[in-house]
């Protein structure tokens, strides 16, 4: 009946009306009005609110033109990146007052919505992969991911050393952001780690992060589709599996069980318990759990291991372990998608206001980054493909799921690389990538700030 409605509507007006964030056009510029002009009149609400209504409004507008805009929406990420960038440039030129910036950090830091976002994202993306595709996945997918890893850590650092730039900088400012799993899940609970076993700034971490994942993600989306092509020539058909994964068996990303379970707003409102309970005890152990400060090679190495490190372990586990209920994944997974489809935004532009420093992001745009990010990228790709083809992966289709799905900027990225490569149906060995994968980057970086720092 809505649709039907919807286009009489049409059919009346002659014409379909422009919608922003699905709002028609003409009732977002007096939204965009009304938030504007309390913002510079000082009467917008210091609560949480008064947030939202800003980086909602501030999101849409970017967002909208961001996926419009053609070379940028397909090689540097599209309107969540240009929010995130066009909100940090309010800021740097005195558009947001001072006292809007503080409601934003309020609403990202005091009120903590941003680890209400993390917790959802990384209890739903976990609970999304099969336990079967999770069990079976780990014997050959896990190694090549980590050899991925190893070699992108191997790169980086030879990049590293054209510049002179040291090992230990290059492993915790480069490596760890371009291959922690994107943004939402990867580069901001990094962050926190590092804030929480260091003591540096949070913020100032973040910023040269997110920048350098973004000339990152714009080289792994470059070079799938350049993998695409060599597996079209003589000599790399036979490293291409022409979108399987595995070589002479059957493809892993096939096991998905057809179970048709009937999810309701219930079940998504326990998606969300559960994410807080994970997020509880992943605070509990982080908490508990601590290891004792040693000595490695006459370096004092504090390791901690951080909630969200401790919270993907515990959803993986349940996961494997089957002791979540299928509905429940279910719920959990609808609410991480509209998590991460309708507050993408809102983050990205709260990131952007409280969290980031647009000079120092325009002084990381240099021969030098751009340099040191390919070899990272390309250490991924022969990493994992080596280690694929050992264990008995098509090495093509490891390098574009263990490999770039590692260094790009998460489920966005995902898809871009995929679409890049064009092969889609490895989304389910991408989401291992980006959300087990990240997961065991948190674990790497506890230990490596640890020593580092």
């Known amino acids: 009946m809505t649709t039907v409605d919807v286009k009489n509507k049409k059919e009346l007006s002659g014409k379909s009306s422009f919608k922003m964030f699905g709002i028609p056009w003409q009732m977002f510029a007096v939204i965009t009005g009304i938030v504007i002009f309390a913002m510079l009149k000082g009467k917008l609400p210091d609560n949480s609110l008064g947030a939202f209504a800003l980086l909602y409004t501030i999101g849409i507008l970017f967002g909208t033109i961001g996926d419009r805009i053609p070379i940028w929406k397909e090689y540097v990420g599209g309107g969540s990146i240009l929010a995130f960038l066009g909100s940090a440039w309010l800021v740097y030129i005195g558009f947001i007052p001072k006292s809007t910036v503080e409601t934003v950090k309020m609403f990202m830091d005091t009120a903590d ?9 990384i209890t739903g993306s976990i609970l999304a992969v099969n336990r079967k595709l999770l069990l079976k996945a780990f014997a050959g997918y896990i190694p090549a991911i980590l050899g991925g890893v190893f070699c992108a850590f191997v790169f980086g650092v030879f990049g590293g050393m054209i510049f002179g730039i040291p090992a230990s900088k290059i492993a915790t ?5 371009i291959m922690g799993g994107g943004t939402g899940a990867g580069a901001i ?15 100032k971490f973040l910023s040269f992060a997110l920048s350098i994942l973004t000339i990152a993600n714009i080289v792994a989306i470059i070079t799938a589709a350049m993998l695409n092509k060599f597996g079209q020539t003589k000599f790399g058909s036979k490293f291409n599996g022409k979108g399987e994964l595995i070589r002479n068996a059957e493809d892993l990303s096939k096991l998905d069980e057809k179970v048709e379970v009937k999810v309701t707003a219930r079940e998504v409102a326990a998606g969300l318990v559960l994410s807080a309970t994970f997020y509880v005890a992943g605070n509990i ?12 090679f006459g370096i004092d190495v504090k390791i ?10 515990l959803v993986a586990g349940c996961n494997v372990l089957n002791f979540i209920p299928l509905e429940l994944k279910e719920g959990a997974k609808k609410l991480q998608g509209f998590f ?12 952007g206001i409280a969290l980031t420093d647009l000079g120092e992001i325009i002084a990381a745009f240099t021969i030098s980054n751009l340099v040191i990010a390919t070899f990272i990228v390309i250490g991924a790709i022969i990493g994992s493909g080596v280690i694929g083809w050992i264990v008995g992966f098509y090495p093509i289709e490891t390098a574009i799921t263990a490999g770039l799905c590692m260094a790009n900027r998460g489920g966005s990225g995902d898809l871009a690389v995929l679409g ?15 959300r087990l994968g990240g997961g065991m980057m948190l674990i790497i970086a506890s230990i490596m700030f640890g020593i580092f720092f």
């Open 189 to 203: 609970p990094m962050s926190e780690i590092y804030s929480s076993v260091t003591g540096g700034d949070p913020g």
């Open 285 to 296: 152990l982080g908490e508990l759990v601590k290891i004792p400060q040693f000595t490695l």
């Open 420 to 434: 890049a490569a064009k092969r889609m149906d490895l989304i389910s060995f991408a989401q291992i990538s980006s």
């Open 173 to 177: 400012s480069y490596v760890l952001p």
């Open 304 to 313: 901690e291991i951080h909630r969200f490190a401790w919270m993907v372990l």
């Open 340 to 351: 991460s489809k309708q507050f993408l935004l809102v983050i990205m532009v709260g990131v």
């Open 113 to 121: 919505f941003l680890d209400l976002f993390i917790a959802v994202l």
